[in-house]
């Protein structure tokens, strides 16, 4: 009998509440609720997530006080229980009595420093906690141009009304050294220069990773380590591709996603791919990736590379000769990183040795440190390549023409250029001939096949490739 009592308790709550609130709220917040137990006036009612928890009392928690009154009597008295399951461990969360649903302080990390949050400074009178943003990385110095106008817009955007924008999340995608890290961080230092009151979070996914790991089997580091990410205004996460295959963490950061969201809070994050060409990601993580702005960082145009290599050296104080900028944004095209590395050994070598800069020192010294090991395969490389292989035009390999050979020169590159470079496959796509991300992984399979069935197709691939190499 005992076993009934509780549902029959909340049942009477119910439907007293589904009189008073909208149907769309009752489905949502009371539907998932179940009632466990009633005993002594207290009835425990079980809820999906600690952020449902969350989310009832700062919405609901007068309605169901004096709903639990009026059906037990003035002695009602509520608990929780909150199951966070995950893969890795599954951890009920600590229950609430009725007397604490009247405080509805938003939780803090233990005050008794319990929880030592590598953040947080300790010492100050108001806990302030330090936004691991690098002010080398901000706005002034990341240098527009094609390939990252709509991201570098989209973060403007976000910076000047953090949350309240339709870019929520940020997802930033791109092939190492594009600039994520670069503009994910101006973003922050903007956002902590206009609203410096904001509580803003730069954090690698491999951070959070341990944090949460660290956490996850200690029962109160764990609600704490959700409280603290809970509280944050502006949270920012670097490379999330990290997160694939690691289910636990997903689950923790699913949750904070959520909330974090649902209340109007930023999120900014990076991966290596595209949600769509992500695996081993929890697909409710992957939609939700997608809610806001997605943006890819693609490699920098010839123009570009001008600008950014005429910007960086001015910061170093010295202005380059026009034909040695020329020739290094000709010879290092496939990203940032590797421009600034050049520009770098370049000053040195020229401190070091006392020697001017000119183009000769340019060309030693990339033949030297890039070309050997470090010029990245193209795209457009391995289009041409492709196409003098097959001895086909490239405009009849960028044409629309179903003809065979064409076809089969075309998903070849696609192929290649999936395997051997760090485009995604939209920008495999758009470089060859505008096709979309679908053709070019249809492509890739089709070439997969291939390669195992049929032996002269294995034979063309592997010249290709060692022609790519060398
Ligand atoms: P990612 O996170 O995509 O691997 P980073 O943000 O670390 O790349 O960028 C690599 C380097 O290139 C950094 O030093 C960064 O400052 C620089 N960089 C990237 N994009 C730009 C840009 N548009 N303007 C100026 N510097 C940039
Ligand atoms: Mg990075």
Redesign the pocket.
């Known amino acids: 009998m005992p076993d009934q009592k509780h549902n029959l308790v909340w049942n009477n709550c119910l439907q007293i509440i589904q009189d008073i609130i909208p149907p769309s709220s009752f489905k949502t917040w009371f539907d998932p609720i179940k009632a466990v137990k009633f005993y002594n006036s207290v009835l425990t009612i079980e809820v999906p997530s600690h952020f449902f928890r969350e989310y009832l009392e700062e919405h609901f928690i007068d309605l169901i006080g004096k709903t639990l009154r009026r059906v037990i009597g003035q002695e009602a008295k509520l608990e929780y229980n909150v199951r966070v399951v995950s893969n890795e461990e599954t951890v009920t969360l600590p229950q609430q009595n009725s007397q604490e649903l009247t405080n509805r302080s938003v939780p803090f990390p233990n005050q008794n420093g319990n929880f030592a949050n590598p953040f947080v400074i300790p010492g100050l009178q108001q806990r302030q906690i330090d936004p691991q943003l690098n002010p080398n990385?901000n706005f002034n110095?990341?240098?527009e141009?094609e390939c990252?106008r709509l991201a570098r817009a989209a973060g403007l955007n976000i910076a000047m009304n953090p949350g309240k924008n339709t870019f929520n999340p940020l997802f930033l995608y791109?092939g190492?050294?594009?600039?994520?890290?670069?503009?994910a961080q101006a973003i922050g230092i903007d956002i902590k220069e206009k609203y410096p009151e904001k509580i803003v979070l730069y954090v690698s996914a491999n951070r959070f990773q341990t944090q949460f790991m660290d956490a996850a089997n200690v029962k109160n580091k764990l609600t704490d380590f959700l409280h603290f990410y809970q509280m944050i205004d502006v949270l920012i996460i670097d490379d999330v591709h990290e997160f694939a295959g690691k289910p636990g963490t997903q689950n923790a950061f699913f949750h904070i996603f959520s909330h974090l969201h649902n209340i109007g809070k930023q999120l900014i994050l990076?991966s290596d791919k595209a949600p769509s060409e992500m695996i081993d990601l929890e697909q409710r993580l992957l939609s939700r990736f997608k809610w806001g702005l997605v943006a890819e960082?693609i490699p920098?145009d010839f123009e570009t590379r001008v600008s950014?290599l005429k910007?960086k050296s001015y910061n170093d104080g010295i202005t380059l000769p026009e034909d040695v900028i020329n020739y290094l944004a000709n010879s290092i095209t496939t990203n940032?990183?590797e421009i600034?590395g050049t520009l770098i050994s370049l000053l040195a070598q020229s401190t070091l040795t006392h020697r001017k800069i000119t183009l000769e020192l340019a060309e030693t010294l990339t033949e030297k440190f890039v070309s050997k090991n470090k010029i990245e395969i193209s795209v457009g490389k391995i289009q041409k390549i492709v196409c003098d292989y097959f001895k086909i035009s490239s405009e009849s390999f960028l044409s629309q023409s179903r003809k065979r050979e064409f076809v089969q020169a075309r998903q070849i590159a696609m192929y290649l250029s999936r395997n051997l470079t760090n485009n995604s496959l939209a920008s495999i796509g758009a470089q060859i001939g505008g096709r979309d991300h679908a053709t070019v992984l249809h492509a890739y399979n089709t070439v997969k096949d291939l390669i195992d069935t049929n032996r002269s197709f294995r034979k063309y691939v592997s010249d290709i490739e060692k022609q790519l190499k060398s």
Do not use: M, Q
């Open positions: 990385y110095n990341f240098i141009g990252n791109g190492s050294g594009l600039g994520k890290t670069h503009l990076t960082l920098p950014i910007a940032v990183r600034e």
